[in-house]
């Protein structure tokens, strides 16, 4: 029996944060019994957060899911038996060698997302798995990929500057981010540029968190950001603020992007945006003065059915106005390409399945008895669709399907794994080992086990060599060790890598990217610059209000912590939160009950006055489960899984229209 030394183990967190802190595990007598950040790693600077402080409680839950479970009840009923693994393995096989039989493999659905973005159990495996048996495949297009395509556009790069050069800028423009919440270990870095002179800009729609700790706040219309962008190539062309030498030996295309600024005099771009007239022309003018000068963005604005079209325009700003030539000038966006680049994970992800659906659209594809062939299996492994997923009642629909072979590995029972025929019970990041790559900053860290699996779970890895083998796939590349993944990840001959080895990551738990800090870093490009179309595309409506459901609370992480009281925020449900000029209009007092609704469903939540929203824009925050809502579906029955012709980029979770009346 494998045995685990008690003392200190080094891991790194697995959520889908851009922070990525490394952590340190006591262990005694074979029990973690605490977790810390690890002081000498240079962003976590030893501090977790509200969300993982407790993750040891998560380990140890009552409610971990400790061995196959099957269906016993109705589906969705929740009720389940304990198999052993060979069971469950056996029905796997036995059930899926009938339906490629019958239907080939293409009616088998795979549905991942980032429920751990550690690199080798996320997808390494069971993308070789899954290709092998040729079954069909989703896009995972949800976070991160219209932000992507938009900076690619412009930058000819998706590269934007290190997080942690933002320390040396001057003006720090957050755009659409919510960085107290969502991107905290880089807040230190803010308030380190700060004290040096910086001034700190929020553009948001919502007065945040973060947007109360900035210098200014520009509240923003919805999905207007284009507007403001040309906007502000306006004031930058009427006041000669542009630079025609960097200009002409950086930039192409940007004659069409002036162009295209000229009906946005600052007060026809004050009528679209909102933002005041001399507020536009402050920024502009302080943008190209007050240098280095930084626009920050994450996924906030590209959850938009002009999410590629925004982030085009908010990388366009930096790019016209030069802030690329000084170190921390620039666009800072996700460092997730630095590391495909290095590890040569965007090559891997271009094995092309049989057939692709946009993972939006998994309610529509479960439901469609015409596709040809049919989903007749769906195996679903870090992620909990029956939440995340746009338009919640069709997935649940689909989920519902008596003759749909539904597997989820997972850790609780979920919303989504309430559906499965079986359940695989499955590690934590602290009972497996990965390779923890981060989006916030350029550090990679190695997740050392430690401790035993608890119970009779295994990591995803272990999980697909088991599959593999009943499959009867040969291939030794299924079977690899996860040291092994990891140790031929490190030797790819990637300058970024040079000197990083599993040993020294052993040592150290922890190394940062071959990449100097400080440099200006694109100011060789030629940015392809073009005329950019403020037309934000919100769908016309016969409903009165726009809804956002972005991430709300300080201790949920996604889909992950709303099963437990001590993650629930001080008022412990999920709220409709409106501006009291609506809830005037509406009749609606604070604590009154409200139904919400559109086409595709409704739900009935308390109402919560909120004047930082502004009148038109009301917010049900994104993560609580069904349990939590009176009506047992959460807030993705409201939003559209619609994406666009070429099955592409996100849902526009954020344009959302929804009509409110008191319940
Ligand atoms: N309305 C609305 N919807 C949204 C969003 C929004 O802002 N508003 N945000 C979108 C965005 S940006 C994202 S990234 C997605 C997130 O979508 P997901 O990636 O699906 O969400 P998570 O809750 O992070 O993770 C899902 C599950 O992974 C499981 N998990 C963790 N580790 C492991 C493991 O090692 N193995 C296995 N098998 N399972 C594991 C967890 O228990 C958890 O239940 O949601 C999207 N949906
Ligand atoms: N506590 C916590 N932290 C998290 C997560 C979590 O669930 N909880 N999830 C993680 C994940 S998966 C992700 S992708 C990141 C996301 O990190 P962020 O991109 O920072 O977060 P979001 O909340 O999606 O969006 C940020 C802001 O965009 C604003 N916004 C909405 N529409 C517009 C618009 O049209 N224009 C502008 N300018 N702003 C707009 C929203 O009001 C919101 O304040 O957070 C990660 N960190
Ligand atoms: S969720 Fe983010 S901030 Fe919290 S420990 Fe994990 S990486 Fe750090
Ligand atoms: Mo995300």
Redesign the pocket.
């Known amino acids: 029996m494998q045995r685990m030394i008690d003392g200190v183990v080094r891991g790194a967190c697995h959520?889908?944060?851009?922070d990525t802190c490394v952590w340190e595990v006591t262990v005694d007598d074979g029990i973690a019994v605490e977790l810390r950040g690890m002081v000498e790693h240079p962003t976590t600077n030893g501090q977790l957060?509200p969300?993982v402080n407790r993750f040891l409680d998560r380990v140890y839950h009552p409610d971990r899911v400790l061995t196959p479970l099957r269906r016993v009840g109705s589906k969705g009923s929740g009720e389940f038996e304990p198999i052993s693994w060979s069971v469950a393995l056996d029905e796997i096989e036995q059930r899926w060698s009938a339906i490629i039989e019958k239907d080939g493999p293409a009616a088998i659905l795979p549905y991942s997302f980032?429920g751990t973005q550690g690199i080798i159990q996320k997808g390494l495996l069971s993308r070789r798995f899954f290709a092998a048996l040729g079954t069909s495949d989703i896009r995972r297009h949800p976070?991160?990929v219209d932000a992507w395509l938009g900076a690619n556009e412009i930058l000819g790069t998706p590269k934007g500057i290190d997080p942690e050069d933002l320390r040396l800028a001057r003006t720090i423009v957050l755009?659409?981010?919510?960085?107290l919440?969502?991107?905290?270990h880089l807040w230190p870095v803010i308030e380190e540029a700060r004290d040096a002179g910086a001034v700190v800009v929020v553009?948001?729609?919502?007065r945040?968190t973060?947007a109360e700790r900035a210098d200014y706040f520009l509240q923003?219309r919805?999905?207007?950001?284009v507007a403001l962008v040309l906007g502000l190539v306006h004031v930058l062309d009427r006041d000669g603020l542009l630079d025609a030498d960097w200009i002409d030996r950086h930039t192409t295309g940007a004659g069409d992007l002036v162009e295209s600024a000229m009906p946005w005099d600052p007060a026809t771009c004050e009528a679209e945006t909102g933002i005041a007239a001399t507020t536009i022309e402050w920024l502009a003018h302080t943008f190209v003065t007050n240098r280095p000068s930084a626009v920050r963005?994450?996924?906030?604005?590209e959850?938009?059915r002009n999410g590629v079209e925004?982030m085009a325009a908010i990388a366009s700003l930096p790019s016209i106005s030069g802030a690329w030539r000084d170190p921390g000038g620039g666009l800072c966006r996700s460092t997730q390409v630095w590391w495909e680049e290095a590890f040569g994970l965007d090559v891997e992800q271009l094995a092309q399945p049989s057939r692709t659906f946009n993972m939006a659209r998994l309610g529509e594809v479960l439901i469609d008895i015409d596709l040809d062939p049919p989903i007749r299996s769906l195996f679903v492994h870090n992620s909990n669709p029956a939440v995340i997923a746009p338009d919640q009642n069709r997935v649940v629909e689909g989920l519902e399907r008596n003759d749909l072979f539904t597997v989820v590995a997972e850790q609780f029972v979920t919303d989504t794994a309430r559906y499965a025929d079986l359940i695989l019970p499955v590690t934590t990041q602290i009972e497996h080992l990965d390779l923890a790559p981060a989006w916030g900053h350029l550090n990679i860290a190695l997740n050392k086990p430690a401790i035993l699996p608890r119970g009779e779970t295994k990591s995803n890895n272990e999980i697909f060599r088991l599959l593999a083998d009943r499959m009867g796939l040969h291939d030794p590349s299924h079977y690899e060790s996860d040291e092994m993944l990891i140790r031929a990840l490190l030797e790819r001959p990637h300058p970024l890598l040079d000197g990083i080895t599993y040993e020294r990551l052993e040592r150290d738990g922890w190394a940062r990217f071959n990449h100097e800090p400080g440099l200006a870093l694109l100011q060789h490009e030629r940015f392809r610059l073009r005329a950019l179309d403020p037309n934000h595309a919100v769908a016309p409506s016969t409903h009165r209000f726009q809804l956002?459901s972005?991430?709300?609370?300080?201790?949920?992480?996604?889909a992950?912590y709303s099963q437990f009281p001590a993650h629930h925020p001080s008022r412990p449900e999920p709220e409709l939160s409106v501006h009291p000029s609506d809830a005037a209009d509406l009749g609606l007092d604070d604590g009154a009950e409200a139904r919400v609704w559109n086409e595709r469903g409704e739900l009935h939540l308390r109402v919560h006055h909120d004047e930082r929203l502004q009148p038109g824009l009301v917010s049900v925050p994104?993560?609580w489960g069904h349990a939590a809502h009176r009506d047992g579906r959460s807030v993705n029955v409201l939003t559209s899984s619609a994406v666009r012709s070429d099955d592409q980029g996100s849902a526009a979770y954020?344009d959302t229209w929804v009509s409110i009346s008191p319940a």
Do not use: E, M
């Open positions: 959520h889908d944060c851009p957060c969300k980032d976070c991160g755009w659409g981010t919510n960085t919440l969502t991107n905290r553009i948001d729609p919502v945040t973060t923003i919805p999905g207007t950001d963005s994450l996924v906030g604005p959850h938009r925004i956002i972005t991430k709300r609370h300080v201790r949920f992480l996604n992950n994104f993560g954020l």
